[in-house]
């Protein structure tokens, strides 16, 4: 009987599979991050990137799936490659329950004793300056990075019905919001360029990441802890308390400016009227009572 030929082509074999999990993710470029300051920066010397700067976003590269740190390295990838997974070549990424690891006595703990789940969803995506042909690999692992990056490969899905073959242009840019225990809270934001959508250029399309170093996961790791830990403050300014109100005087149920004098023949008074005298002045014989 003739031996049954299984069709691979289309789908990552076992020990690719397993290379991608054991190797770093990959980064091309300098390390593009947005600080918890609202200030984009790259590179190991952390440089200013300014906002509003114009970048074109590789979306036949971004990458979405699942980082297990343990002692501030990266012990297990589960990255996968967008388009990849939208062919079935490779599974989507699995849901948290399924990745083991939820016994939290064995975990790492935070500073103050709380317990850190070492998987992390993360979200990678490769990006050019149009004009200079710097490249940049932004990694988010935050709410806030992987909503600003859901924003962009929602738009991209759609636009590709039609225009398959384009990539869009994104500003970079920060949202607000107000935490009512933190202050105000920082977040990216990728803006879509109005007419932005470009073929994706061959320097973009052929750049070969970086060998994966120590050095590459210690830049990762510092988002990784804070996309788990509660948000701190900012130390920018304290959030202002609640102005206190000043209750407005009514005609129904306000209180007088002054306590009236106790009407007269209560007991113990011996029928005789309490005496008001303004303030600082001596009493001087029998004075006849103020009745208000």
């Known amino acids: 009987m003739a031996n049954d030929v299984v069709d691979t082509s289309s789908k990552k074999n076992f020990f690719e599979i397993f290379g991608d999990q054991v190797a770093g993710p990959n980064i091309i470029g300098s390390l593009l991050k947005f600080t918890k300051y609202g200030e984009w920066k790259a590179g190991q010397d952390e440089s200013l990137v300014p906002m509003g700067t114009h970048l074109i976003a590789n979306m036949y590269d971004f990458r979405c799936g699942w980082l297990k740190w343990m002692d501030n390295r990266i012990a297990e990838n589960r ?11 490779v599974p989507p990424p699995v849901s948290r329950s399924e990745l083991g690891d939820t016994d939290e006595d064995m975990w790492e703990r935070f500073e103050d ?15 050019m300056d149009p004009d200079s042909g710097e490249l940049f690999t932004y990694s988010g692992q935050s709410k806030g990075a992987v909503n600003a990056v859901g924003e962009l490969a929602k738009a991209y899905g759609n636009r590709i019905r039609m225009y398959p073959d384009e990539v869009p242009t994104v500003e970079l840019g920060m949202r607000t919001y107000e935490h009512r225990e933190y202050g105000e809270i920082r977040v990216p934001k990728l803006i879509l360029v109005r007419d932005g959508w470009v073929a994706l250029p061959d320097a973009l399309r052929d750049a070969q990441p970086e060998s994966y170093t120590d050095e590459a996961a210690e830049a990762l790791v510092e988002d990784a802890p804070k996309a788990l830990a509660p948000p701190k403050a900012h130390n920018r300014t304290a959030p202002k308390p609640a102005p206190r ?15 009236p004098a106790p009407k007269s023949g209560g007991r113990g008074t011996g029928g005789a009227k309490t005496t008001v005298l303004p303030r600082g002045q001596k009493k001087n014989g029998p004075q006849r009572g103020v009745r208000f």
Do not use: C, Y
Request: net charge positive.
């Open 113 to 127: 004793g709380r317990p850190k789940d070492p998987w992390v969803f993360t979200v990678t995506l490769t990006l």
């Open 245 to 259: 109100l000043t209750p407005t005087p009514t005609s129904k149920g306000t209180k007088p400016d002054h306590k």
């Open 79 to 89: 990255l996968a490659l967008g388009r990849e997974i939208d062919s079935s070549a």
